[in-house]
């Protein structure tokens, strides 16, 4: 007999909450249990909202819920999911993300919902806001924490990140990677010389590329400062941002004032990112907090070196001189002196990818899907439902 599972979300978007989500979603369903998604729809993307029905998800509106604090908008998606779940009668309530989060295990808790999972995605205690507000939002994940019964982190830091926070039990943690389908973006992608000549990059040029939406919790204010002195020491060296988002503007105004504005590409939102991380010589990950870093892996699968800051999931992402190069996060002089050694060493990073290549194995999709199924197999046997 499957389980009924109710995941609730805040939004579906262009990034890696929403697409590990989905992906959940997906291997529970394979499995044969009985899954619906819980949604604001007015907070999603459109085209998010659309690739979740062409994959077959079930998709049920909550209005009221948005990413801001607001009590009386908050109390109705509480009420709406509380309806929700009196319809679906789920086993498991799935909450992702902070607000999801705490709205959603309230109403699963109030509900006697008989087993409750909680997957923040990353978390939110720097890097967003000043030290009150950080320090509010972590009060709440204590409280939000004894409302539930498992919660699934992307990595094994972010366990020790909730944990120094005094958030939750030891027992409640289980580590899950934002799986990535590594086989199939290996057979997508181009070869470099391909995936440049179809870019409009040149054969020679060192290309740097960060991949994410433009926000700045995402460092690539640091990655343009640091662009002055990695083309001093590497004449022919270029970035190329892969995404869009609010920081365009400023981010293209920044490379113009420092006299790097030409060096500085930048695509806009991308269908297919694989033919650009082909092309790439180095991904650079300057996050001032990041979960775990789905580009990351990506950038590890095709075989690219990765420099990344050393916050959040990213030091158990990159083995730091083996796969890539952890910098100190804040630091665009530490991050210029790495991707200038990439830039001089072709030979190193040929070795830092090859190595890269074996390491993305442990967060692919397939390992993934295992381990969640795994977490709801020992919560089913926990509980006594079915499974």
Known sequence: MSLRVLHVITRLSLGG??????????????????????VSFGESDP???????????????????????????????????LSIIAAERPHVVHTHTSKAGFVGRLAARLARVPAVIHQPHGHVFYGYWGRGKSALFAALERRAARFCDRIVTLTDRGIEEHLTRRIGRRAQYVSVPSGVPVDRLRAAAPSRAAARERLHLEPAAFVVAGLGRLTPIKGFDLLVEALPAVAAAVPDAR??????????????????ALGVGGRLTVTGAVGDVTPWLAAADVVAAPSRNEGMGRAIVEAMALGVPVVGAAVGGIPSVIADGECGRLVPPEDPAALARALVE??????????????????????????????????????????????
Do not use: M, Q
Not at 18 to 37: D, F, P
Not at 60 to 73: I, Q, T
């Open 17 to 38: 909450s929403s697409e590990n989500t989905l992906a959940s979603i997906a291997a529970l369903e394979r499995a044969g249990h009985e899954v619906a998604l819980a």
């Open 239 to 256: 970035l190329v941002l892969i995404g869009d988002g609010p920081e365009r503007a400023a981010l293209e105004a920044r490379a113009a």
């Open 342 to 387: 990439l830039g001089r060493d072709g030979a190193l990073r040929a070795r830092l990818g090859a190595a890269g290549v074996r390491r993305a194995e442990a967060f692919a999709l397939a390992v993934a899907d295992r381990k969640l199924c795994e977490v709801y197999e020992a919560l089913a046997r926990e509980k006594g439902l079915p499974s």
């Open 47 to 81: 085209p998010s909202l659309e690739d979740a029905r062409r994959r077959g998800v079930r998709l049920v509106d909550v209005p009221g819920l948005r990413r801001e604090p607001a009590p009386l908008r908050d109390l109705r998606a509480l009420r709406r999911l």
